[in-house]
């Protein structure tokens, strides 16, 4: 697929609601700001890389997704930029699930304040799921996550490459 150009243009709207309102940039970049997964796109910031192409990008915390480009949310994100997003996104979560044996997964994606987005780059978690889990799904909560270690999530990134 070709690379989906971000927007020349800047739009701005206001969201309004019980809390403060919020100015959303809807403006596709490749990260002139400060935003920690564009660093990381950019290779400014550390990461375990598991998956990288001209547009996407995985990496390790949980699995996390993200266009290359700063789309803010998926309501800002362009067709092209989710269409090739969503070409590779099975592939890395059956990566991730075969190395870590694990039947399932969920995919997660929340899009402002109020749905629980932290980080406003547009991203998707992949999340694994054991037998050993709730038996029964009960919705997002927070999730409580064990942090790797840097030998561990270096084996684990081995393990999830050597998948795709």
Known sequence: MSDPSPPSNTTSATITGSEADIVIANNGDAGSHDCIFCKIAKKEAPANII????????????????????????????????????????????AVCEAVDAPDFNVMQNNGIRAGQVVFHLHFHIMPRHPTDAKK????????RERINGEEAGSLEERIKARL
Not at 82 to 88: F, I, N, Y
């Open 51 to 94: 998956y990288e192409d001209e547009n996407v990008m995985a990496f390790l915390g949980h699995t996390l997704v993200i266009p290359k480009y700063h789309y803010r949310n998926l309501a800002s994100t362009p067709p092209l930029a989710m269409s090739h997003l969503g070409s590779v996104l099975p592939r890395i979560a059956r």
């Open 137 to 144: 799904f009960q919705g997002f909560k927070r999730l409580k």
